[in-house]
């Protein structure tokens, strides 16, 4: 069965201090791969796509990377603000169909 | 530009009732797709609606049904409720189906009582 996990559940950095949060999956055509952010009470907000393994896409802080069986979302130097969930997800070849991981959520100290 | 809107935004219901979500997608988006959200499951795929056609579907009963009409605004139905029907149900639309970026709305909470 096609499964996306996601690891750590829960992380908890002091400022600064940079960290990697982990998408591993098993999907038979993978069509592409996403990140998206997740605060409290609000929708996922979509951060990144990554087709194939070797690409690397880059947003302030964040830099999420693709193998053939996993991706990385690192997170240099973060912030407070940078508090929240991050879900990854895969949209599988033979159906379109999307699926998420549980999430990492992910809280910053001050 | 306006976001993905969704209404209402809190709901509360007691077993057996049904119950209709609405979800108005950003203007020019034609492709909707609608997930519950759970802590213990995460998100899970509901549907996905493109010209108003239901294009996929995910592993739910037919208690979960839904439609999008011609200006592309989509509505989510879950009859018969039960608790574990609680959740937060996500809508997200994007330009077309093929397109892999999706905008969220803010979600409806359903609280079944």
């Known amino acids: 069965e096609d499964q996306v996990t996601q690891s750590p559940e829960a992380l908890r950095l002091q400022e600064g201090e940079s960290s990697s949060l982990n998408c591993s999956y098993t999907v038979s055509g993978l069509r592409g791969l996403f990140w998206y952010r997740q605060d409290p009470g609000k929708g996922p907000e979509f951060l990144f796509t990554?087709?194939?393994a070797g690409e690397e896409k880059e947003k302030e802080r964040l830099k999420a990377t693709l193998t053939k069986k996993e991706s990385f979302l690192h997170i240099t130097a973060p912030k407070p603000e940078d508090s929240a969930t991050y879900l990854c997800a895969v949209r599988r070849n033979r159906d379109d169909k999307i699926i998420f991981g549980k999430g990492t959520r992910l809280h910053i100290l001050p | 530009k306006a976001g993905v809107t969704q209404t209402p935004r809190y709901l509360i219901k007691t077993r057996g009732q049904q119950v209709t979500l609405s979800c108005s997608p950003i203007?020019?988006?034609?492709?909707v797709s609608w997930y519950q959200q759970t802590p213990g499951q995460g998100l899970q795929f509901l549907f996905e609606y493109f010209s108003e056609t239901q294009r996929n579907k995910g592993n739910f009963p037919g208690r979960f049904s839904g439609r999008q009409f011609s200006n592309s605004r989509s509505e989510m139905n879950v009859s018969t409720l039960e608790l574990g029907d609680s959740a937060l149900y996500l809508c997200a639309s994007s330009p077309s189906s093929s397109y892999n970026e999706q905008f969220f709305g803010p979600g409806t909470r359903l609280t079944v009582l």
């Open positions: 203007s020019g988006h034609r492709s």
């Open positions: 990554l087709y194939s």
